[in-house]
């Protein structure tokens, strides 16, 4: 690699031919301030547009300001990040941007994490000279995702994400100039288009614009509803995210001060989706069994490979663009659905109460849960078998508005019976993690044998697509892992060309799987928080001392109690679902 | 076309001439005759050469050096390149470059195909906006007929260099016209410009290496491997070869089209080609380079017009757009509507654009209104710089030169605005008031009849009054005074 040599603000540095100004300044502490990049290593998102013009340094020679996330370094350049050019012309631009956003920060969902609001004041903007008509668009309320676009500052990150990253593409700019909008194409609700409901379009818009529908009080309703039993059930990548929002370093796992809280806000039992992941497993591995079987017997119409279907935006997604793969995926239910149908039949019982008033809440790192919890299929007479499904951040502030002081709370453990997991229901939360899981079972099941090591590092990481053989005691089980819905996009097209060698695929629809979910609190643009997350879902693992999904006591007790074996009748009918063709929607 | 001495015909030089529907009156002009002999007895690095030597540069407004554009395109490696022809010609009042294409739609094709052959281009497209149905026409044809001459297509005059053009139609975004933007619009995206480097020499359409030319800039080029690079720079200033074609208009005597070789100063065209102002008015000041371009003055009258006089006086050549005004206009009103135009077309990408002319056009507004103050003042040029400043394409970073220009040479107008309530020129119709001279006035009460929302007073056979703050400067109670007893101030 070629290097070049320049300085920023009097500094020398020397980089790489084509290292941007931006990264050249942050490599000697010179924090030059943006609004509009957004830059995931490893993650493939990159937000670059140029376009919110905060960033602008002065170069010398050049005759006007140069955006320095989109300027790469010339030999000699001589670079000015603070001259009174720069700063005022930033400082303007900020007003300007400012001039046309609601101050509605108050009582905005966003405040205290939204980027824009802390640019204004790292620059310190204390008048906005500049005042005028402000724009307005239509909102857009879905049971996921609400668009509240007069505070959208054209940073084009969603449209990134959806687009690029997940090339979902249901988000485009349109209109022009003072009008112009990131939006669905004719301004279509959400609700109405090919969206998936992954939440990466929330999880990285800096301002108020894309937000998550808020149930909390939906909750307290139910919970001081005296006719009503409240349980909950939280996922596994919660436990490795909320801690965030409550001061804690990314990566502290916070299950026991958790469960804590949960109980102190008043649900009459906290538990586990891990445990209901345990279940997914028995059922999806015993799914993927049966195929491999019917394979090796020579079946030429078995589908494989078996894709996951565990992720519900991963579910939409191939229900609006290949719908013609419907018959592919597994059809066992998500570990929130599994654990929503037990609850409301088996737990129901236990319990001598009604499903009616048995009330299911589930706390999610996601957006595409609260859609999937709203599916019709998923509900008997009208009473949707998980009632309310909220994400972690809304968790953060229910228990805030409980007055909790979350990281003094003592630790506690989740009640019996569907609160047990074992250490493979805990890595659903990360990629890589549910076929590890399904590994370590099915293993065990095909072979009779124990496993001698459970740890499955080859299936771990952070590529977008990764891939490992496994040896089945002589049978070579070819795996294929991607996330982010553009990876599973590749590995979809070449399944459907006949290309792919793979008898399993793991899916999960947001980067870095569960624990990057639209619904966990904000990275910011700092990758190294995911990959902390991922760590503290490993860990918990590790520390479990039941490792496998069917040595999950609870697991055993309820298929001889209630379900009988695995894929069997009473399985099908609770815990597998069927797919639907949804291209047609997309056509107006 | 207006027809004057200090005139030279070269990019118009057949247009007018020919029946530009048939082949054989553009070949009998040596059409494609540059062609022909660039193809058998020239080395594509060669004809860069004489484009290079000719010192010919963009027409579209940039000014960018044409020969050294083509020599980047070639030597981008790539299984793949594209000749664009940029026929969007969005400035308001504009029709240089629809001209050429209506009356010379062949040296537009046999140009396109000599820069196919010299950066290593297979394939030509023209960006036309679809409200020239005449000039796609007359492409359309030109097109067929030069296939059927081979003179597009495989192996033309017989050598082993095949090319051929396509159409692509605008939907009439101004801001399609910025090269990168163009090339996104026929890609199928959303019409918006992209941060250059990479240019399109680079990285154009579909990512390949795409040398986009304007059609004037086209238009010059067979002439110039006609009759020889010196020939060619011989004409016009130091840094600025050959004629520029303007689209002359406003308060001249002579409107029309005209070509002139750079360096003729911008008396000898507003005075000597335009005929002079209209009505015997005075001139006050002329807007070059479309609506971004700036206000230029008396002052300025004995500049000779190229790229870099005209920047360095604080407007800009431009796609070749000349108005002319007289002392009538308000300069604020002038630099408000050139806003109005701006954030129109604004894309709306990046912030400043987006935001700063909106705020812009406002704040010209409220002055315009009578509203504005001193400290207004100072903000309108400061959001000024900044947005031309920090803007990402040449509109936004030239938008608010008719702001900036204006204050420069006008700042006594706005000062009348903001200070005296008075717009000079009357033409601010917030700050004109109606008054009736007591003394003319019969008190007939037709004024007070017909004034729409009852502002004028008095009895009958008395002097009338007019409420200013009621009155909506309609005028109607003038146009029906038969006394001439009311006047403006
Ligand atoms: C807002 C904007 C509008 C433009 N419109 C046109 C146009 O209508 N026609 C044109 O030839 N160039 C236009 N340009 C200039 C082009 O970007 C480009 O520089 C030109 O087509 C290059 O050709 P040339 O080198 O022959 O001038 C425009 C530039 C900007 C910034
Ligand atoms: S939720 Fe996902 S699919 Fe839907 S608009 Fe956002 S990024 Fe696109
Ligand atoms: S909605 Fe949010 S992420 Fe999307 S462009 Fe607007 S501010 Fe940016
Ligand atoms: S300067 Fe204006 S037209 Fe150009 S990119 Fe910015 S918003 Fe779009
Ligand atoms: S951060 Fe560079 S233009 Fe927005």
Redesign the interface.
Known sequence: MDLVKLTIDNTPVVVEQGTTVLEAARSVGVDIPTLCYMKLDDLEFENKPGGCRVCVVEVEGRRNLAPSCKTACDEGMVVNTHSVRAINARRTVMELILSDHPFECLVCAKSGKCDLQSLAQDLGIREIHYQGEKSHYKGDESPAIIREMDKCIMCRRCETACNDVQTVGTLSAIYRGFESVVAPAFEMDLDHTNCTFCGQCVAVCPTGALIERDYTWQVMDAIVNPKKRVIVQTAPAVRAALGEEFGLEPGTLVTGKMVTALRKIGFDHVFDTDFAADLTIMEEGTELLGRLNKFLEGDKDVKLPMLTSCCPAWVNFFEHHFPEMKDIPSTAKSPQQMFGAIAKTYFANQLKVKREDLVVVSVMPCLAKKYEASREEFSANGDADVNISITTRELAQMIKNANLKFTDLPNDDFDRPMGESSGAGVIFGTTGGVIEAAVRTAYELHTDKELARVDFKELRGFEGIRSATIDFDGLPINIGIAHGLGNARTLLNDIKEGKSEFHAIEIMACPGGCIGGGGQPYHHGDVTVLKRRQKAIYQEDAGKSIRKSHENPYIQKLYTEFLGEPCGEKSHELLHTHYFDKKKKIEI | MVKYKKQIRIALRNCGFINPENVDEYIVREGYAALGNALTNMTPEEVIDVIKNSGLRGRGGGGFPTGLKWELTRKVDADQKYVVCNADEGDPGAFMDRSILEGDPHTVLEAMAINGYCTGASKGLIYIRAEYPLAIKRLKIAIDQAREYGLLGEDIFGTNFSFDVELRYGAG?FVCGEETALIHSMEGL?G?P??K?PFPSESGYKGMPTNVNNVETYANIPVILLKGADWFSSIGTEKSKGTKVFALAGKVNNVGLIEVPMGTTLREVIFDIGGGIKDGKKFKAVQTGGPSGGCLTENHLDISIDYDNLIASGSMMGSGGMIVMDEDDCMVSMAKFYLDFT??????????C??????LY??LDTITQGKGTLEDLS?LR??AN?V?????CGLG?TSPNPVLSTMDNFLDEYMAHVKDGKCPSGQCKALMSYIINADACVGCTLCARVCPVDAISGEKKMAHLIDDDACIKCGACMDKCKFGAIFIQ
């Open positions: 975004a959303r918006e992209t941060v480097p954030v129109e077309e604004s894309c709306g990408k990046c912030s400043p987006r935001i700063g002319n909106k705020r406002e704040m903000k400061n959001l900044v031309k400043d920090t803007s990402l970073q």
